[in-house]
C-alpha cells in the first residue's frame, strides 16, 4: 500500500484531472483530514458538497461534521 502522502497526491490529481469527481475530491477531503490539512480537507468537502448536495458522501463518514459546517455557513449567508 503506498503511503499517505502518495494517495493525496494521487486524489489531488484526481480531482484537479476531472474536478466534477465528487467521489475524488470526497476521499481527497479524507485523507487530507487523516494527515491534518484540515483546511484543505474543507475545501475538498466543501467541493463534494457543491458538486452532490444530496449525495450520501456528502453526509457520511469523516465529511459528515464538515459538509454539514459547510450547508449551515451557506445557508447563512444567504
Not at 3 to 21: C, E, G, V, W, Y
Not at 34 to 63: C, I
Amino acid at each position: 500500500m503506498s503511503s499517505l502522502h502518495d494517495r493525496i497526491a494521487q486524489f489531488r490529481k484526481m480531482a484537479t484531472d476531472d474536478p466534477d469527481n465528487e467521489l475524488g475530491h470526497f476521499r481527497l477531503g479524507q485523507l487530507l483530514m487523516e494527515d491534518n490539512q484540515h483546511a484543505a480537507a474543507v475545501e475538498a468537502f466543501e467541493k463534494t458538497v457543491e458538486l452532490s448536495p444530496n449525495s450520501r458522501r456528502s453526509t457520511s463518514t469523516s465529511g459528515n461534521v464538515t459538509a454539514n459546517s459547510v450547508r449551515r455557513t451557506r445557508r447563512s449567508k444567504c
